[in-house]
């Protein structure tokens, strides 16, 4: 029952956005994001502990700041998924560009499959979908399930709307290297925090735990890894650049290439987060082991 209410609740915002369009209903995010940061206070105690771990530097005045506008984003970002359904293949092409599409086409070009990695920043589910119809390819999906299954398949709907196809995480492993070796395109959000007994990373300092996974299938399959980021623009939609996760200079043991590959891409994610602080989901707790 809880999840067909909640659903339900789902279903009509998502339709009110479709019909009001992408550009009004931005509007309302700042409603939403205020009232979820000061009314709600949605995990606001692990956002003030992260930013805090993450820049010593700041004071309590910044980190307020900083933390304000993460739910903003996260609100908007919101809105952007609920509004899916009404967006044409022109309204995500005008939204969302990539400023180095030769990157892309060109890591393609060698044929060995292509693994797209990005991160909770931004508009993370924009991402792959965007760039699927940009390159006219269907891109492989490695999704985490939702909770209420019901809203879960309404996601999936809406991702696979341009032709993209989606695999759940843990249950995909032979899929994507199939994938791989057809040559194909696997998108991975690959920032979630691992679990206690996870790989050991540093992040802005402090010792994480995370997922090797990626950097498994990178390294197993020989596929090249392209990490972007959706980086908001003033004048609204996003901005994406790819940067090549290298894989040169890596030690002769295997688990060793995994945690070094694996830091590599923590410190890129650590590197944007740096210029762009309020981009990132700092609500889930990935200093928690």
Same mark, same amino acid.
């Given at each position: 029952?809880?999840?067909?209410?909640?659903?339900?609740?789902?279903?009509?915002?998502?339709?009110?956005?479709?019909?009001?369009?992408?550009?009004?209903? @931005?509007?309302?995010?700042?409603?939403?994001?205020?009232? &979820? %940061? =000061?009314?709600? /206070?949605?995990?606001?105690?692990?956002?003030?502990?992260?930013?805090?771990?993450?820049?010593?530097?700041?004071?309590?005045?910044?980190?307020?700041?900083? #933390?304000?506008?993460?739910?903003?984003?996260?609100? &908007?970002?919101?809105?952007?998924?609920?509004?899916?359904?009404?967006?044409?293949?022109?309204?995500?092409?005008? %939204? +969302?560009?990539?400023? =180095?599409?030769?990157?892309?086409?060109?890591?393609?070009?060698?044929?060995?499959? @292509? +693994?797209?990695?990005? #991160?909770?920043?931004? =508009?993370?589910?924009?991402? !792959?979908?965007?760039?699927?119809?940009?390159?006219?390819?269907?891109?492989?999906?490695?999704?985490?399930?939702?909770?209420?299954?019901?809203?879960?398949?309404?996601?999936?709907?809406?991702?696979?709307? %341009?032709?993209?196809?989606?695999?759940?995480?843990?249950?995909?492993?032979?899929?994507?290297?199939?994938?791989?070796?057809?040559?194909?395109?696997? !998108?991975?959000?690959?920032? /979630?925090?691992?679990?206690?007994?996870?790989?050991?990373?540093?992040?802005?300092?402090?010792?994480?735990?995370?997922?090797?996974?990626? !950097?498994?299938? &990178?390294?197993?399959?020989? #596929?090249?890894?392209?990490?972007?980021?959706?980086?908001?623009?003033?004048?609204?939609?996003?901005?994406?650049?790819?940067?090549?996760?290298?894989?040169?200079?890596?030690?002769?043991?295997?688990?060793? /290439?995994? /945690?070094?590959?694996?830091?590599?891409?923590?410190? @890129?994610?650590?590197?944007?987060?740096?210029?762009?602080?309020?981009?990132?989901?700092?609500?889930? =707790?990935?200093?928690?082991?």
């Amino acid at each position: 029952m809880q999840n067909r209410l909640e659903y339900l609740v789902f279903i009509l915002l998502s339709k009110i956005f479709c019909f009001f369009g992408l550009k009004k209903s @931005l509007v309302f995010s700042k409603v939403l994001g205020k009232f &979820a %940061y =000061n009314i709600l /206070q949605i995990r606001r105690d692990v956002v003030h502990k992260n930013l805090k771990i993450a820049f010593p530097q700041k004071t309590d005045e910044e980190i307020e700041q900083i #933390a304000r506008k993460c739910y903003l984003g996260f609100a &908007a970002t919101l809105i952007e998924i609920l509004v899916f359904p009404s967006l044409t293949e022109k309204d995500l092409l005008d %939204y +969302v560009s990539c400023d =180095n599409m030769e990157e892309v086409t060109g890591t393609i070009a060698l044929g060995k499959g @292509l +693994v797209f990695m990005t #991160a909770h920043f931004g =508009n993370w589910e924009y991402a !792959a979908v965007s760039m699927g119809v940009m390159l006219r390819r269907s891109i492989m999906m490695v999704v985490k399930g939702q909770r209420n299954t019901l809203v879960d398949e309404w996601i999936n709907r809406q991702r696979s709307m %341009y032709g993209n196809r989606t695999v759940y995480l843990g249950v995909s492993i032979k899929q994507i290297f199939k994938e791989i070796s057809d040559k194909g395109i696997v !998108a991975i959000v690959g920032d /979630q925090r691992g679990p206690s007994d996870g790989l050991k990373v540093d992040f802005f300092g402090r010792e994480t735990r995370v997922y090797p996974g990626p !950097a498994a299938i &990178a390294l197993k399959t020989g #596929a090249p890894v392209l990490m972007g980021f959706m980086v908001r623009r003033p004048e609204g939609g996003y901005g994406s650049h790819m940067t090549p996760l290298s894989k040169e200079g890596l030690p002769e043991d295997r688990e060793e /290439q995994i /945690q070094v590959l694996t830091q590599r891409h923590m410190k @890129l994610l650590e590197e944007k987060l740096i210029e762009h602080p309020d981009h990132w989901l700092w609500m889930h =707790n990935i200093w928690k082991y």
